[in-house]
Structure formats: C-alpha cells, structure tokens
C-alpha cells in the first residue's frame, strides 16, 4: 500500500469507518495520483458516515464469482443468498435435466438467475433463465448486468409474481427460485439504518394467515405448483423465524420432499418442495 493509500486509511479510520470498509473505499476511489480523487474518496466517507451502504457507494458488489452493478433501485445481495444458488443448483442436478427452464422470482439485481446462468454455462448445462420482478427499476438493473457479463441467454420479464406468466409455461418450468419480500414493517423499523436505504418494496411483506412478512412466501407457494413440471422444483429463502409456515405451506399445497436447510450462519433460512 502507498503512503497516500495509507494516510487515506488512517483519515477515514478516525472519522469513525471501519478499516474494514475503509479499505474498500479507499481501493475504489483513490485511484492513480489523480487530486480530485481525494474529493472523490470524502465524498464517498461522508455518505457512508451518513448511513448509506458501502455497496450502493461502491456502485458494485460480488455475487458468487459476478461483480454486480447495485445501487437504491435494489436489494444488495447477501451472503446467504449464495447459499441459496447452492441449493438450486443442487435441485438440477438431482432433476438432471440438460436444458432446464429456470425462474429467478423478484430477481432485484439479477444476483440468483444471473449467477445460476453462468455457473451453469460453465457446466456446459444450456440453461434458459427467466428473470421477473415487478420493479421496473430492478429489471433495468438487472438487465445492465446480464449485459455486463455477456449472459445473453436470460430473458426479462415485468409480471406481479405469476400474474403475467404466459401459459406456454404452464407444466414446464424445472426451477422456481425466490428470494422474496419477508420482513415484517414493525421489523424494519427497529433494523440498522442501512436497510432504510434499500427498497421497501424488496424487503417488506404484509402479514399472512398470522405469520408477520409472509404473504409473498405464500403467494410464490400457492402459486408454483400451476407452472412447475412434474419433478420440479420450487427453492425459497425466508426469515429465520417462517421455516415451519414456509414448510408446512409446502406440504398443504402437495409438494413432495420437503426440507428446510440452515445457512452458514446455522439459521433456518432455506426450503425446498418438490412437485411430483
Ligand atoms: C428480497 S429482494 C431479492 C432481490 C434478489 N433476488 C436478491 O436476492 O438479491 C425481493 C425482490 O422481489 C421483488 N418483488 C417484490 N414483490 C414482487 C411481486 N409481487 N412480484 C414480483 N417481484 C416482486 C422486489 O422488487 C425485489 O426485487
């Protein structure tokens, strides 16, 4: 690390950033030995100081082996969310199908359908992802980031959950996956003021059948089974608090095989059901 590199992290250290993300900043915007670099990089500490989230300042952050465009139209994506590819992934290997039809529901930055489609391309699987979101905004982001990573066998679609779904997919679908709204209001009131900086409409569900956030985790469970092929599947994250709803939903609605799986962080925060 440079002197100037150096004393960047030091400065921004005593403003009160972690060095942590201080590091990130200071590798983002003290670039060459360029002088309004320096401005750059106060600028960016004094969002951050204010409670915007690193990522939405770096204007980037990594997904699996994808650098993903992200800023407030989308969720950040997480780190249990990569589990969540891990899951999906393990899904078609056991429906082993060669070409799956894949849907990444309520896709915010691309994060799950973009990394499944090129981890699977890697494979050699010729993977069809359909990408939907109701958020225009998302699908614009998501769209820049298939782009960016030359992932141009994905395709976009704007639909309400299933509401614009066409029939022609009706019984063919391998693969729903969603990482869906499940966080009740009274939740992100009380949660770090970094959250208030993403969109509500990501992280936010009414109330269901008394479970708090879980409407849109029954909406995608009730929902599913219309479209999905006999052997597919349907992978969900959830609130480390909904693993006993989301499961038991699955059951009432017919699923087979239906297991709920624990994030790195030991969590029950991932289901899966099996259509048969
Ligand atoms: C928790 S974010 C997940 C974003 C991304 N899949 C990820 O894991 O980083 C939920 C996403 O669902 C979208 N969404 C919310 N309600 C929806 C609905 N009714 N139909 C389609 N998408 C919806 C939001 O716009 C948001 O992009």
């Given at each position: 690390m440079?002197?100037?590199?150096?004393?960047?992290?030091?400065?921004?250290?005593?403003?009160g950033?972690?060095?942590?993300?201080?590091?990130?900043l200071?590798?983002?915007?003290?670039?060459?030995?360029?002088?309004?670099a320096e401005?750059?990089?106060?600028?960016?500490?004094?969002?951050?100081?204010?409670?915007?989230?690193?990522?939405?300042?770096?204007?980037?952050w990594?997904?699996r082996s994808?650098?993903?465009?992200?800023?407030?139209?989308?969720?950040?994506?997480?780190p249990?969310?990569?589990?969540?590819?891990?899951?999906?992934?393990?899904?078609?290997?056991?429906?082993a199908?060669?070409?799956?039809l894949?849907?990444?529901?309520?896709?915010?930055?691309?994060?799950?359908?973009?990394?499944?489609?090129?981890?699977?391309?890697?494979?050699?699987?010729?993977?069809?992802?359909?990408l939907?979101?109701?958020?225009?905004?998302?699908?614009?982001?998501?769209?820049?980031?298939?782009?960016?990573?030359?992932?141009?066998?994905v395709?976009?679609?704007?639909?309400?959950w299933?509401?614009?779904?066409?029939?022609?997919?009706?019984?063919?679908?391998?693969l729903?996956?969603?990482?869906?709204?499940?966080?009740?209001?009274?939740?992100?009131?009380?949660?770090q003021?970094?959250?208030?900086h993403?969109?509500?409409?990501?992280?936010?569900?009414?109330?269901?059948?008394?479970?708090?956030g879980?409407?849109?985790l029954?909406?995608l469970?009730?929902?599913?089974?219309?479209?999905?092929r006999?052997?597919?599947?349907?992978?969900?994250?959830?609130?480390a608090?909904?693993?006993?709803?989301?499961?038991e939903?699955?059951v009432?609605?017919?699923?087979?095989?239906?297991?709920?799986?624990?994030?790195?962080?030991?969590?029950?925060?991932?289901?899966?059901?099996?259509?048969?």
């Open positions: 440079t002197d100037a590199r150096a004393r960047a992290l030091e400065r921004l250290a005593t403003l950033i972690s060095r942590h993300e201080a590091r990130w200071v590798e983002e915007f003290l670039v060459g030995g360029d002088p309004e401005t750059a990089l106060d600028l960016a500490a004094r969002r951050r100081l204010r409670g915007e989230p690193l990522q939405y300042i770096l204007g980037h990594p997904f994808l650098d993903l465009d992200v800023d407030s139209r989308v969720l950040i994506p997480r249990e969310t990569e589990e969540l590819v891990d899951l999906a992934l393990a899904e078609l290997v056991h429906g199908q060669s070409a799956p894949i849907v990444d529901m309520g896709c915010g930055s691309g994060a799950i359908g973009l990394a499944l489609a090129q981890e699977l391309g890697q494979r050699g699987v010729r993977a069809q992802v359909i939907v979101d109701e958020s225009l905004d998302a699908l614009t982001v998501a769209r820049g980031n298939a782009r960016r990573h030359g992932l141009t066998t395709s976009f679609l704007h639909s309400f299933f509401d614009a779904w066409s029939e022609s997919l009706a019984a063919r679908v391998d729903i996956v969603a990482n869906p709204p499940y966080v009740a209001d009274a939740d992100l009131a009380s949660a003021i970094e959250l208030s993403e969109p509500e409409s990501a992280l936010v569900a009414p109330p269901r059948d008394g479970v708090e879980f409407d849109d029954a909406r469970i009730d929902g599913a089974p219309q479209w999905l006999r052997g597919g599947s349907l992978v969900l994250e959830h609130g608090d909904q693993a006993t709803p989301v499961t939903r699955l009432e609605r017919g699923f087979s095989d239906v297991a709920d799986f624990v994030d790195l962080a030991g969590l029950p925060r991932m289901a899966r059901g099996r259509w048969q």
